[in-house]
């Protein structure tokens, strides 16, 4: 790097006074070595994210799902699966956009110029099993230095929810994902439903499944359960608490918070002095909670009544109150949700115009998602004390974009970094510490205008105070 310096200027007092050239502004040179792979790989690489999805990764879940190519292409197998996983971090553009991002930092070696064409072969050559292998891999819940944002009394907290992914009407899709019906016509675009597990307190992916809206989340929630351990807490809303779904769940050994339908009778077993009682739900014993929560802001207040039930039946060990305070972590899974569909996809429909496009893309966006709540976790990491809930996932995502832009930080250095630069980012913009604030539920995107609230609605984000009260049982 050099700097130009500044400019005396003389003037000569006995000649008459001439304004001088304007100086030199400083310049400066910048040089700096991109390390990438040799020859036509140079272009695989999803920036500093490849330290945790390095290229041995991506070798083994190729030769495992037997899609390495059979000679060597312009466009390598391994290259393709980074510009699946890219496309994923810029959703706004086309794949031979994609491409550019990915080599634009590489100008002087001697790299193909795919077409969009070349490019789509390519992604169907390689098609869903390696994505299917890599997210397998790398799901699970990220370690944390601040155990009480992960765990409470010892136990990780877990949910489990649902969602929807809007994909492309085309005659392929249609085939195998089909559009809800509705009110006004239904849906404008096939829908695919995702289901997954999460970590409350990193919102790691711990497992997720997809498939058509045919079926519900129930049908779904069964092929979760082996990801369930001893030592878990899954908490679950109101639609999940069937009793056989129930049964399945304690027989993981993981342990069970879910909410129940306030009209729904439960027998009364025993009393608890903490308000609960010992109750069955199918042949399962649980402890019910009924309470009371008023939520009080600036605004007014809202009071609503809860039935929640559990497994933990000791409640010396587990007391009503803080259960009740605890379900409030199932949200954490809706901003997971909220991060994937409108932080990364910024509501957009899926690229993939066939089923098999559509899983291979899917299962790159639930890898990409994981990559970037591990890179925020272990960020966190390196401040003890600090809550995973204070990493800023935009700021993750627009680093980790721009590192790709860069071709940045690909291959690791010889000093382990555990934040790296985009976690130098998190840190350096932390928020605040999580205030309690509601917000009224409304329809973003109402199919009629006529349901669509519009501004009658307050859209106001209040800060607020809660009071819990438990019910005790009536009868005997």
């Known amino acids: 790097m050099r700097s130009g310096a500044p400019v005396e200027l003389a003037v000569d007092q006995d000649k008459p006074f001439t304004r001088p050239e304007a100086p030199l502004s400083g310049q400066s040179a910048i040089t700096r070595v991109i390390t990438v792979a040799g020859g036509r790989f140079a272009p695989g690489h999803l920036g500093e994210l490849t330290q945790l999805i390095p290229f041995e990764m991506v070798d083994e879940a190729l030769r495992?799902?037997?899609?390495?190519?059979?000679?060597?292409?312009?466009?390598?197998?391994?290259?393709?699966?980074?510009?699946?996983?890219?496309?994923?971090?810029?959703?706004?553009?086309g794949y031979p956009d994609v491409w550019r991002k990915l080599t634009g930092a590489l100008s002087g070696l001697p790299l193909a110029a795919p077409t969009a064409s070349a490019l789509a072969q390519a992604?169907?050559?390689?098609g869903a099993d390696p994505l299917r292998w890599l997210f397998g891999?790398?799901?699970?819940?990220?370690?944390?230095?601040?155990?009480?944002?992960?765990?409470?009394?010892?136990?990780?907290?877990?949910?489990l929810d649902g969602t929807t992914l809007t994909v492309p009407d085309t005659p392929a899709v249609l085939t195998r994902f089909t559009k809800?019906?509705?009110?006004?016509?239904?849906?404008?675009?096939?829908?695919?439903r995702l289901l997954a597990l999460v970590a409350c307190g990193t919102r790691t992916l711990i497992d997720a499944v997809f498939g058509p809206t045919t079926s519900g989340e129930t049908t779904y929630a069964p092929r979760l359960l082996p990801s369930l351990r001893p030592g878990m807490l899954l908490l679950a809303d109101r639609n999940f608490a069937a009793q056989r779904l129930v049964a399945d769940i304690a027989a993981t050994g993981a342990d069970l918070l879910i909410r129940l339908k306030n009209g729904r009778r439960m027998p009364v077993l025993s009393r608890f002095p903490d308000g609960s009682y010992l109750s069955t739900l199918g042949p399962v014993r649980v402890r019910v909670v009924d309470c009371k929560?008023?939520?009080?802001?600036?605004?007014?207040?809202?009071?609503?009544?809860?039935?929640l039930a559990t497994t933990l039946l000791d409640h010396h060990r587990h007391p009503a109150t803080e259960l009740t305070t605890l379900y409030h972590q199932r949200w954490e899974i809706e901003t997971a949700y909220l991060e994937l569909k409108s932080t990364i996809l910024g509501g957009r429909v899926l690229r993939a115009r066939t089923p098999e496009g559509i899983t291979q893309e899917i299962y790159a966006l639930l890898v990409v998602y994981q990559l970037l709540r591990t890179v925020m976790a272990d960020a966190t990491s390196t401040l003890p004390g600090t809550d995973p809930d204070r990493a800023g996932f935009s700021i993750a995502w627009q680093a980790a974009r721009d590192q790709i832009i860069l071709a940045a930080g690909i291959i690791a250095d010889t000093v382990v970094d555990l934040a790296g630069t985009i976690g130098r980012h998190v840190l350096a913009s932390l928020l605040p510490p999580r205030r309690l604030?509601?917000?009224?539920?409304?329809?973003?995107?109402?199919?009629?205008?006529?349901?669509?609230?519009?501004?009658?609605?307050?859209?106001?984000?209040?800060?607020?105070?809660?009071?819990?009260?438990?019910?005790?049982?009536?009868?005997?």
């Open 64 to 93: 495992v799902t037997r899609t390495v190519q059979s000679r060597l292409r312009d466009l390598p197998s391994r290259v393709v699966v980074y510009l699946v996983l890219a496309a994923c971090l810029f959703p706004e553009v």
């Open 123 to 126: 992604r169907r050559r390689i």
């Open 137 to 159: 891999l790398l799901r699970g819940p990220a370690p944390t230095m601040h155990p009480p944002a992960a765990r409470w009394r010892g136990l990780l907290v877990v949910a």
């Open 180 to 192: 809800q019906a509705g009110n006004h016509g239904g849906t404008g675009y096939p829908q695919v």
């Open 293 to 307: 929560i008023t939520v009080t802001t600036t605004a007014g207040k809202h009071t609503g009544l809860y039935r």
């Open 437 to 476: 604030r509601i917000s009224p539920r409304i329809v973003k995107r109402a199919i009629s205008k006529y349901q669509a609230r519009g501004p009658r609605i307050d859209r106001t984000s209040y800060k607020a105070t809660t009071g819990i009260e438990i019910l005790s049982p009536t009868g005997p």
